[in-house]
């Protein structure tokens, strides 16, 4: 039986946002205001959000999942830096499952969990599990429902 496709969106979902943000210094923090998506180095500082690492292990056994990121255009090491992180934290099989777009719509599959709308996540196709939300406000209740 062919399995399901699952995306993972990485930050907010898999990847603590605040944890980097959190290591910048204030005169880094002052000159991005506004725009610390686009610090340098920054998606290498951050963390595991707490339960999604576990989360993705437990569904990858029962999904085709992936990992559906987007990240920002005007900072280049964000690119490489996801790449290292899913590398990091997910092992060598993940790092071959990292999908950097801009249209998440554009991608097939059954299961979105995303913890926004915006580039496509809510014109996928699938259903998109709004991570963070009344319904699916933290990792059990993904897990409670896919499982």
Do not use: C
Request: aromatic share 14%; hydrophobic share 35%; no cysteine.
């Amino acid at each position: 039986m062919k399995k399901k496709i699952l995306y993972f969106d990485m930050d907010g979902v898999l990847v603590d946002y605040p944890s980097g943000l959190a290591q910048l210094s204030p005169e880094t923090l002052k000159e991005y205001e506004g725009r610390l998506y686009a610090v340098p180095g920054v998606f290498s500082l951050m963390k595991p959000l707490d339960g999604g690492l576990d989360a993705f292990e437990k569904l990858a056994k029962f999904y085709d999942a992936y990992i559906l990121s987007t990240p920002p255009w005007d900072n280049t090491s964000a690119w490489s830096d996801k790449h290292q992180w899913v590398k990091k934290y997910l092992g060598e099989t993940a790092k071959k499952r990292l999908i950097l777009s801009q249209h998440k719509h554009l991608n097939r599959g059954d299961y979105l969990i995303d913890d926004r709308t915006v580039n496509g996540a809510g014109e996928f196709q699938g259903v998109h599990i709004h991570f963070g939300q009344e319904k699916f406000p933290n990792w059990k209740s993904v897990l409670d429902y896919l499982l």
